[in-house]
Protein backbone atom coordinates (compact mmCIF):
# COMPACT_ATOMS: atom_id res chain seq x y z
CA UNK A 1 0.00 0.00 0.00
CA UNK A 2 1.52 3.50 -1.37
CA UNK A 3 1.34 6.58 0.82
CA UNK A 4 -1.37 7.52 -1.92
CA UNK A 5 -4.00 4.59 -0.28
CA UNK A 6 -3.31 5.86 3.17
CA UNK A 7 -5.88 8.74 4.41
CA UNK A 8 -5.01 10.72 7.52
CA UNK A 9 -7.32 12.46 9.67
CA UNK A 10 -5.71 15.55 11.90
CA UNK A 11 -7.78 16.59 14.85
CA UNK A 12 -6.60 20.29 16.52
CA UNK A 13 -8.36 23.64 17.74
CA UNK A 14 -6.12 25.40 16.14
CA UNK A 15 -6.85 26.22 12.90
CA UNK A 16 -3.09 27.53 12.12
CA UNK A 17 -1.19 24.47 13.44
CA UNK A 18 -3.92 21.70 11.51
CA UNK A 19 -3.01 23.92 8.28
CA UNK A 20 0.56 23.46 8.72
CA UNK A 21 0.24 19.09 9.54
CA UNK A 22 -2.25 18.93 6.73
CA UNK A 23 -0.14 20.65 4.00
CA UNK A 24 3.29 19.04 5.31
CA UNK A 25 1.96 15.43 4.92
CA UNK A 26 -0.01 16.20 1.44
CA UNK A 27 3.23 16.95 0.76
CA UNK A 28 4.29 13.71 1.47
CA UNK A 29 1.82 12.15 -0.18
CA UNK A 30 -1.33 11.23 1.96
CA UNK A 31 -3.97 11.34 1.88
CA UNK A 32 -4.87 13.92 3.97
CA UNK A 33 -8.56 15.69 6.30
CA UNK A 34 -9.25 17.47 9.13
CA UNK A 35 -11.63 18.61 12.28
CA UNK A 36 -10.88 21.23 15.00
CA UNK A 37 -12.97 19.09 17.23
CA UNK A 38 -13.61 15.23 18.49
CA UNK A 39 -17.47 15.85 17.63
CA UNK A 40 -16.54 16.90 13.65
CA UNK A 41 -13.68 14.36 13.83
CA UNK A 42 -16.75 11.61 14.53
CA UNK A 43 -18.52 13.03 11.59
CA UNK A 44 -16.14 13.02 9.50
CA UNK A 45 -15.32 9.29 10.56
CA UNK A 46 -19.11 8.21 10.02
CA UNK A 47 -18.67 9.31 5.96
CA UNK A 48 -15.20 8.57 5.05
CA UNK A 49 -12.33 5.81 6.36
CA UNK A 50 -8.98 7.07 7.66
CA UNK A 51 -6.49 4.73 8.65
CA UNK A 52 -4.21 7.02 10.79
CA UNK A 53 -5.85 9.66 12.98
CA UNK A 54 -3.37 12.24 14.69
CA UNK A 55 -5.20 14.13 17.34
CA UNK A 56 -4.56 16.80 19.84
CA UNK A 57 -5.32 15.76 23.82
CA UNK A 58 -6.57 18.92 24.51
CA UNK A 59 -9.70 20.00 22.64
CA UNK A 60 -13.01 21.93 23.07
CA UNK A 61 -15.53 20.08 25.25
CA UNK A 62 -14.73 16.52 24.31
CA UNK A 63 -10.69 15.91 24.50
CA UNK A 64 -8.33 13.64 22.35
CA UNK A 65 -8.94 10.63 24.80
CA UNK A 66 -12.95 10.85 24.51
CA UNK A 67 -12.57 10.98 20.93
CA UNK A 68 -10.12 7.96 20.98
CA UNK A 69 -12.58 6.23 23.40
CA UNK A 70 -15.32 6.39 20.34
CA UNK A 71 -12.61 5.18 17.79
CA UNK A 72 -11.59 2.09 19.64
CA UNK A 73 -14.72 1.25 20.52
CA UNK A 74 -15.99 1.26 16.72
CA UNK A 75 -12.96 0.03 14.78
CA UNK A 76 -9.96 -1.50 15.78
CA UNK A 77 -8.33 -1.27 12.70
CA UNK A 78 -7.82 2.70 13.35
CA UNK A 79 -4.09 3.80 14.20
CA UNK A 80 -4.37 6.73 16.92
CA UNK A 81 -1.53 9.31 17.51
CA UNK A 82 -1.69 11.64 20.33
CA UNK A 83 -0.06 15.45 20.70
CA UNK A 84 0.48 16.57 23.70
CA UNK A 85 2.33 19.49 25.90
CA UNK A 86 5.22 18.62 28.32
CA UNK A 87 3.29 18.58 31.00
CA UNK A 88 0.60 15.75 29.86
CA UNK A 89 2.96 13.43 29.40
CA UNK A 90 1.14 10.98 31.74
CA UNK A 91 -2.09 11.61 30.04
CA UNK A 92 -0.49 10.40 26.86
CA UNK A 93 0.85 7.48 28.46
CA UNK A 94 -2.99 6.18 29.73
CA UNK A 95 -4.21 6.95 26.31
CA UNK A 96 -1.68 4.07 24.91
CA UNK A 97 -3.02 1.98 27.77
CA UNK A 98 -6.39 2.70 25.85
CA UNK A 99 -5.19 1.72 22.74
CA UNK A 100 -3.14 4.81 21.36
CA UNK A 101 -0.23 3.66 19.19
CA UNK A 102 2.35 6.57 20.26
CA UNK A 103 2.18 10.36 21.16
CA UNK A 104 4.39 12.93 19.96
CA UNK A 105 4.98 16.04 22.40
CA UNK A 106 4.42 19.58 21.40
CA UNK A 107 6.25 21.58 19.98
CA UNK A 108 6.20 19.15 17.24
CA UNK A 109 8.81 18.11 14.85
CA UNK A 110 7.52 17.38 11.62
CA UNK A 111 10.12 15.11 10.22
CA UNK A 112 9.21 12.78 13.76
CA UNK A 113 5.99 13.15 12.91
CA UNK A 114 7.32 11.70 9.22
CA UNK A 115 8.88 8.75 10.74
CA UNK A 116 6.23 7.50 12.74
CA UNK A 117 3.70 7.91 10.47
CA UNK A 118 6.10 5.94 8.04
CA UNK A 119 6.57 3.45 10.69
CA UNK A 120 2.59 3.21 11.23
CA UNK A 121 2.03 2.30 7.69
CA UNK A 122 4.43 -0.53 7.49
CA UNK A 123 2.64 -1.77 10.36
CA UNK A 124 -0.79 -1.28 8.24
CA UNK A 125 0.31 -3.00 5.45
CA UNK A 126 1.72 -5.81 7.54
CA UNK A 127 -1.87 -6.56 8.96
CA UNK A 128 -3.54 -5.89 5.57
CA UNK A 129 -1.28 -8.91 4.02
CA UNK A 130 -1.70 -10.95 7.12
CA UNK A 131 -5.54 -10.67 6.64
CA UNK A 132 -5.07 -11.17 2.59
CA UNK A 133 -3.09 -13.97 3.54
CA UNK A 134 -5.75 -15.71 5.52
CA UNK A 135 -8.55 -14.56 3.23
CA UNK A 136 -6.92 -16.48 0.21
CA UNK A 137 -5.97 -19.75 2.41
CA UNK A 138 -9.90 -20.21 3.52
CA UNK A 139 -11.24 -19.07 0.02
CA UNK A 140 -9.00 -20.58 -2.35
CA UNK A 141 -7.80 -24.09 -0.50
CA UNK A 142 -8.86 -26.45 2.45
CA UNK A 143 -12.68 -25.48 2.69
CA UNK A 144 -13.01 -26.65 6.36
CA UNK A 145 -12.20 -26.78 9.91
CA UNK A 146 -10.64 -30.41 10.53
CA UNK A 147 -7.46 -30.77 11.92
CA UNK A 148 -5.55 -31.83 9.01
CA UNK A 149 -7.35 -29.24 6.96
CA UNK A 150 -5.47 -26.85 9.56
CA UNK A 151 -1.70 -28.49 9.54
CA UNK A 152 -1.70 -27.82 5.67
CA UNK A 153 -2.61 -23.89 6.25
CA UNK A 154 -0.04 -23.93 8.87
CA UNK A 155 2.30 -25.56 6.67
CA UNK A 156 1.62 -23.15 4.08
CA UNK A 157 1.57 -20.03 5.97
CA UNK A 158 5.15 -20.91 7.38
CA UNK A 159 6.95 -21.86 3.78
CA UNK A 160 5.43 -19.11 2.00
CA UNK A 161 7.36 -16.07 4.13
CA UNK A 162 10.62 -18.23 3.14
CA UNK A 163 12.40 -19.25 0.31
CA UNK A 164 13.33 -22.46 0.48
CA UNK A 165 12.13 -24.89 -2.20
CA UNK A 166 9.27 -27.19 -1.41
CA UNK A 167 8.19 -30.61 -1.73
CA UNK A 168 4.49 -31.16 -1.52
CA UNK A 169 3.26 -34.27 -1.63
CA UNK A 170 -0.40 -36.25 -1.58
CA UNK A 171 -2.56 -38.44 -2.99
CA UNK A 172 -4.09 -37.61 -6.51
CA UNK A 173 -6.67 -35.43 -6.39
CA UNK A 174 -5.77 -33.85 -2.70
CA UNK A 175 -5.27 -30.43 -4.80
CA UNK A 176 -1.00 -30.42 -5.16
CA UNK A 177 -0.85 -28.00 -7.94
CA UNK A 178 -3.60 -25.40 -6.64
CA UNK A 179 -1.33 -25.84 -3.01
CA UNK A 180 1.88 -24.51 -5.14
CA UNK A 181 0.08 -21.58 -6.68
CA UNK A 182 -1.49 -20.61 -3.21
CA UNK A 183 2.11 -21.34 -1.70
CA UNK A 184 3.38 -19.12 -4.93
CA UNK A 185 0.72 -15.99 -4.45
CA UNK A 186 1.05 -15.68 -0.19
CA UNK A 187 5.33 -14.90 -0.55
CA UNK A 188 7.26 -12.49 -1.56
CA UNK A 189 7.69 -13.67 -5.00
CA UNK A 190 4.14 -13.26 -6.06
CA UNK A 191 4.29 -10.06 -7.92
CA UNK A 192 6.23 -12.29 -10.60
CA UNK A 193 5.88 -15.35 -12.82
CA UNK A 194 4.30 -18.56 -11.38
CA UNK A 195 5.92 -21.14 -13.93
CA UNK A 196 4.25 -24.74 -14.38
CA UNK A 197 6.41 -27.79 -15.63
CA UNK A 198 4.64 -31.15 -16.13
CA UNK A 199 6.67 -34.07 -16.83
CA UNK A 200 4.09 -36.20 -17.60
CA UNK A 201 3.59 -35.02 -20.88
CA UNK A 202 7.00 -34.66 -21.93
CA UNK A 203 9.35 -37.34 -23.09
CA UNK A 204 13.46 -36.47 -21.86
CA UNK A 205 14.45 -34.54 -25.38
CA UNK A 206 11.26 -32.03 -24.83
CA UNK A 207 11.41 -32.04 -21.34
CA UNK A 208 15.17 -30.66 -21.82
CA UNK A 209 14.02 -28.20 -24.58
CA UNK A 210 11.17 -26.59 -22.54
CA UNK A 211 12.74 -26.25 -19.46
CA UNK A 212 15.99 -24.92 -20.78
CA UNK A 213 15.35 -23.40 -24.19
CA UNK A 214 17.43 -23.53 -26.63
CA UNK A 215 19.47 -21.57 -29.52
CA UNK A 216 18.38 -21.61 -33.06
CA UNK A 217 19.76 -24.79 -35.29
CA UNK A 218 20.52 -26.88 -32.29
CA UNK A 219 18.37 -29.52 -33.30
CA UNK A 220 16.24 -29.84 -36.99
CA UNK A 221 13.39 -27.80 -36.23
CA UNK A 222 14.90 -25.10 -33.56
CA UNK A 223 14.05 -22.63 -36.48
CA UNK A 224 14.54 -19.85 -33.91
CA UNK A 225 16.12 -18.96 -30.25
CA UNK A 226 13.15 -20.26 -27.47
CA UNK A 227 13.49 -18.91 -23.75
CA UNK A 228 12.97 -21.52 -21.56
CA UNK A 229 10.38 -21.97 -18.69
CA UNK A 230 13.48 -22.02 -16.42
CA UNK A 231 14.17 -18.15 -17.73
CA UNK A 232 10.21 -16.99 -17.78
CA UNK A 233 10.17 -18.46 -14.50
CA UNK A 234 13.68 -15.73 -12.81
CA UNK A 235 12.65 -14.26 -9.19
CA UNK A 236 8.95 -16.17 -9.43
CA UNK A 237 8.50 -19.47 -8.59
CA UNK A 238 8.61 -23.02 -11.28
CA UNK A 239 6.02 -25.78 -10.12
CA UNK A 240 7.58 -28.87 -11.31
CA UNK A 241 4.74 -31.69 -11.39
CA UNK A 242 5.07 -35.36 -10.95
CA UNK A 243 8.31 -34.90 -9.88
CA UNK A 244 8.94 -38.69 -9.48
CA UNK A 245 8.70 -38.99 -12.85
CA UNK A 246 11.45 -37.54 -14.89
CA UNK A 247 14.49 -39.52 -15.64
CA UNK A 248 17.75 -39.93 -14.35
CA UNK A 249 19.39 -37.28 -16.47
CA UNK A 250 16.69 -34.72 -15.97
CA UNK A 251 17.58 -34.97 -12.26
CA UNK A 252 21.02 -34.58 -12.41
CA UNK A 253 20.76 -31.36 -14.59
CA UNK A 254 17.85 -30.06 -11.96
CA UNK A 255 20.00 -31.10 -9.22
CA UNK A 256 22.96 -28.54 -11.15
CA UNK A 257 20.46 -25.83 -11.56
CA UNK A 258 19.45 -25.79 -7.70
CA UNK A 259 23.06 -25.83 -6.88
CA UNK A 260 24.87 -22.97 -9.30
CA UNK A 261 21.35 -20.95 -9.97
CA UNK A 262 22.16 -21.17 -13.58
CA UNK A 263 21.67 -23.55 -17.01
CA UNK A 264 22.43 -23.40 -20.27
CA UNK A 265 20.20 -23.79 -23.13
CA UNK A 266 20.47 -26.70 -25.28
CA UNK A 267 23.17 -26.13 -27.93
CA UNK A 268 24.50 -23.02 -25.72
CA UNK A 269 27.82 -22.91 -23.99
CA UNK A 270 26.44 -19.54 -22.01
CA UNK A 271 25.10 -19.85 -18.07
CA UNK A 272 22.35 -17.79 -17.45
CA UNK A 273 21.53 -17.17 -13.72
CA UNK A 274 18.13 -17.28 -12.18
CA UNK A 275 16.58 -16.50 -8.73
CA UNK A 276 13.53 -19.07 -9.33
CA UNK A 277 12.28 -20.78 -5.99
CA UNK A 278 11.64 -24.46 -6.97
CA UNK A 279 8.53 -26.42 -5.92
CA UNK A 280 7.68 -29.92 -6.98
CA UNK A 281 4.92 -32.55 -6.35
CA UNK A 282 4.29 -35.88 -6.35
CA UNK A 283 2.47 -38.83 -5.63
CA UNK A 284 4.76 -41.19 -4.88
CA UNK A 285 6.87 -42.19 -2.19
CA UNK A 286 10.23 -40.37 -3.02
CA UNK A 287 11.99 -41.22 0.01
CA UNK A 288 11.46 -44.95 -1.08
CA UNK A 289 12.54 -44.37 -4.62
CA UNK A 290 15.74 -43.51 -3.22
CA UNK A 291 16.12 -46.25 -1.18
CA UNK A 292 15.41 -48.33 -4.12
CA UNK A 293 17.90 -46.19 -6.59
CA UNK A 294 14.78 -44.86 -8.54
CA UNK A 295 15.56 -41.40 -7.36
CA UNK A 296 18.68 -39.24 -6.92
CA UNK A 297 18.99 -38.52 -2.88
CA UNK A 298 20.93 -35.13 -3.42
CA UNK A 299 18.24 -33.81 -5.58
CA UNK A 300 15.65 -35.11 -3.08
CA UNK A 301 17.53 -33.26 0.10
CA UNK A 302 17.67 -30.20 -2.67
CA UNK A 303 13.96 -29.97 -3.45
CA UNK A 304 12.43 -30.77 0.28
CA UNK A 305 13.81 -27.90 1.85
CA UNK A 306 10.32 -28.01 3.45
CA UNK A 307 7.98 -30.37 3.09
CA UNK A 308 3.94 -30.08 2.71
CA UNK A 309 1.80 -33.61 3.07
CA UNK A 310 -1.48 -33.03 1.99
CA UNK A 311 -4.54 -35.24 3.51
CA UNK A 312 -6.43 -37.51 1.56
CA UNK A 313 -10.07 -36.88 2.00
CA UNK A 314 -11.47 -40.01 3.91
CA UNK A 315 -8.67 -37.91 6.74
CA UNK A 316 -10.71 -34.80 6.40
CA UNK A 317 -14.11 -36.10 6.18
CA UNK A 318 -15.80 -33.46 8.40
CA UNK A 319 -14.66 -30.96 5.79
CA UNK A 320 -17.21 -33.00 3.38
CA UNK A 321 -20.26 -30.75 4.08
CA UNK A 322 -18.67 -27.73 3.35
CA UNK A 323 -16.50 -28.61 0.15
CA UNK A 324 -19.46 -29.83 -0.94
CA UNK A 325 -21.37 -26.74 -0.64
CA UNK A 326 -18.05 -24.76 -2.11
CA UNK A 327 -18.41 -26.81 -4.89
CA UNK A 328 -22.29 -26.01 -5.69
CA UNK A 329 -22.14 -22.44 -5.27
CA UNK A 330 -18.98 -20.70 -6.04
CA UNK A 331 -17.48 -23.30 -8.68
CA UNK A 332 -20.65 -23.80 -9.97
CA UNK A 333 -21.84 -20.40 -10.18
CA UNK A 334 -24.86 -20.98 -8.42
CA UNK A 335 -26.11 -18.23 -5.36
CA UNK A 336 -28.39 -20.42 -3.55
CA UNK A 337 -27.08 -24.22 -3.96
CA UNK A 338 -29.97 -26.57 -2.92
CA UNK A 339 -29.71 -28.62 0.11
CA UNK A 340 -28.21 -32.50 0.08
CA UNK A 341 -30.75 -34.63 1.23
CA UNK A 342 -29.42 -36.45 4.54
CA UNK A 343 -29.23 -39.86 2.68
CA UNK A 344 -27.14 -38.41 0.14
CA UNK A 345 -24.95 -36.66 2.84
CA UNK A 346 -24.89 -40.06 4.59
CA UNK A 347 -23.61 -41.43 1.30
CA UNK A 348 -21.02 -39.27 0.94
CA UNK A 349 -19.70 -39.53 4.70
CA UNK A 350 -19.37 -43.17 4.19
CA UNK A 351 -17.57 -43.20 1.14
CA UNK A 352 -13.29 -43.93 1.32
CA UNK A 353 -12.62 -41.38 -1.97
CA UNK A 354 -9.68 -42.72 -3.27
CA UNK A 355 -10.00 -40.06 -5.93
CA UNK A 356 -10.23 -37.31 -2.99
CA UNK A 357 -11.26 -33.71 -3.26
CA UNK A 358 -11.25 -34.00 -7.48
CA UNK A 359 -13.32 -37.18 -6.92
CA UNK A 360 -16.08 -35.08 -4.88
CA UNK A 361 -16.02 -31.84 -7.04
CA UNK A 362 -17.37 -34.56 -9.67
CA UNK A 363 -19.48 -36.49 -7.85
CA UNK A 364 -21.35 -32.95 -6.91
CA UNK A 365 -21.40 -31.63 -10.33
CA UNK A 366 -23.14 -34.80 -11.77
CA UNK A 367 -25.21 -34.46 -8.82
CA UNK A 368 -26.63 -31.11 -9.30
CA UNK A 369 -27.26 -32.36 -12.79
CA UNK A 370 -29.16 -35.19 -11.84
CA UNK A 371 -31.22 -33.45 -9.51
CA UNK A 372 -32.73 -29.98 -11.58
CA UNK A 373 -36.08 -29.60 -11.55
CA UNK A 374 -35.97 -31.09 -7.50
CA UNK A 375 -35.81 -28.75 -4.31
CA UNK A 376 -32.72 -31.04 -2.93
CA UNK A 377 -30.03 -33.59 -4.05
CA UNK A 378 -31.51 -36.97 -3.27
CA UNK A 379 -29.19 -39.97 -2.51
CA UNK A 380 -29.90 -41.18 -5.96
CA UNK A 381 -28.17 -38.23 -7.84
CA UNK A 382 -25.07 -38.93 -5.80
CA UNK A 383 -23.40 -41.42 -8.29
CA UNK A 384 -20.05 -43.04 -6.68
CA UNK A 385 -20.08 -45.85 -8.73
CA UNK A 386 -20.02 -44.28 -11.58
CA UNK A 387 -17.28 -42.06 -10.42
CA UNK A 388 -15.19 -44.95 -9.64
CA UNK A 389 -16.41 -47.01 -12.54
CA UNK A 390 -18.04 -49.37 -10.00
CA UNK A 391 -19.20 -52.20 -11.73
CA UNK A 392 -16.81 -53.73 -13.60
CA UNK A 393 -15.30 -57.19 -11.89
CA UNK A 394 -11.78 -56.70 -12.88
CA UNK A 395 -11.29 -60.61 -11.51
CA UNK A 396 -13.80 -61.78 -14.16
CA UNK A 397 -12.87 -59.74 -16.17
CA UNK A 398 -8.60 -60.24 -16.50
CA UNK A 399 -8.27 -63.16 -14.72
CA UNK A 400 -5.67 -60.74 -12.87
CA UNK A 401 -5.20 -63.03 -9.72
CA UNK A 402 -4.70 -65.79 -11.71
CA UNK A 403 -2.16 -64.36 -13.81
CA UNK A 404 -0.36 -62.30 -10.89
CA UNK A 405 -0.04 -59.48 -13.14
CA UNK A 406 1.56 -56.10 -11.50
CA UNK A 407 -0.45 -53.21 -10.29
CA UNK A 408 0.52 -51.46 -13.24
CA UNK A 409 -0.36 -53.96 -15.31
CA UNK A 410 -3.73 -54.18 -14.01
CA UNK A 411 -4.09 -50.53 -13.85
CA UNK A 412 -3.40 -50.53 -17.77
CA UNK A 413 -5.76 -53.18 -18.69
CA UNK A 414 -8.56 -51.43 -16.66
CA UNK A 415 -7.85 -48.15 -18.84
CA UNK A 416 -8.39 -50.19 -21.96
CA UNK A 417 -11.19 -51.47 -20.84
CA UNK A 418 -12.81 -47.72 -20.17
CA UNK A 419 -11.46 -47.14 -23.35
CA UNK A 420 -13.60 -50.10 -24.99
CA UNK A 421 -16.75 -48.48 -23.01
CA UNK A 422 -16.52 -46.12 -25.18
CA UNK A 423 -15.22 -43.27 -22.36
CA UNK A 424 -13.42 -40.18 -23.30
CA UNK A 425 -10.20 -39.40 -22.00
CA UNK A 426 -11.22 -36.86 -19.47
CA UNK A 427 -13.80 -39.27 -18.17
CA UNK A 428 -11.35 -41.43 -17.68
CA UNK A 429 -9.25 -39.22 -15.60
CA UNK A 430 -12.64 -38.64 -13.44
CA UNK A 431 -13.16 -42.58 -12.78
CA UNK A 432 -9.46 -43.44 -11.85
CA UNK A 433 -8.79 -40.30 -9.71
CA UNK A 434 -6.05 -38.94 -11.55
CA UNK A 435 -5.47 -35.87 -13.82
CA UNK A 436 -5.64 -35.66 -17.66
CA UNK A 437 -2.17 -34.94 -18.33
CA UNK A 438 -1.84 -38.53 -16.55
CA UNK A 439 -3.99 -40.31 -17.89
CA UNK A 440 -2.38 -38.76 -21.40
CA UNK A 441 0.65 -40.32 -20.40
CA UNK A 442 -0.55 -43.69 -19.55
CA UNK A 443 -2.14 -44.19 -22.28
CA UNK A 444 0.93 -43.67 -24.28
CA UNK A 445 2.21 -46.68 -22.99
CA UNK A 446 -0.36 -49.23 -23.19
CA UNK A 447 -1.12 -51.01 -26.51
CA UNK A 448 -4.57 -50.66 -27.36
Known sequence: MDNNSISIL???????YRTILCDYLKNEGYDVGSAGSAEEA????????????????KLPEKSGIDLLKTVKSRSKEVEMIILTAFGSVDSAVAALKIGACDYLVKPLSLEE???TIKRLVEKINLKNYASYFKREIFKRFFIGKSKAAAKVIEDITVAAKSNLNVLISGESGTGKELSANLLHRLSPRRDNPFIIVDS??????????????HERGSFTGADALKKG??????KGTLFIDEIGEVSGIIQSKLLRIIDTKSFRRVGSSKNIFIDTRIITATNKNLKKMVDEGRFRGDLFYRISGFMIELPPLRERKEDIPHLAHYFMTKENKIQFSKPISHSAMDKLMNY???????????VIERGIVLSEGKDEIPEEAIQLEVSRGKGFNAGNNFEIFEKNLSLKE????YISYLLSKGLTKLEIAKVIGESERSVYRKLSTIKI
Open 352 to 362: EWPGNVRELKN
Open 410 to 413: IEEK
Open 42 to 57: VDKLEKDFFNIIVSDL
Open 113 to 115: LSI
Open 10 to 16: IVDDDIN
Open 200 to 213: CNLSENLFESELFG
Open 229 to 234: LLEYAD
